[in-house]
């Protein structure tokens, strides 16, 4: 449920933070098709981009 995710991204202390939603359960988050074409590369990429 975003809406119980959002305030998350409230209590982040960094700037450098996106919040990115997808239409997807807790588990689709991980586990779909989806996640593997789409999230799971867009959020290794945020991370590398940083790890530089």
Not at 23 to 47: D, F, M, N, T, Y
């Amino acid at each position: 449920v975003p809406a119980a995710s959002k305030p998350l991204n409230d209590a982040v202390g960094s700037k450098d933070k996106e919040l990115v939603t997808y239409p997807v359960g807790h588990a689709g988050i991980v586990a779909s098709s989806r996640s593997q074409k789409e999230i799971a590369p867009k959020v290794a990429k945020w991370l590398l981009d940083r790890s530089k």
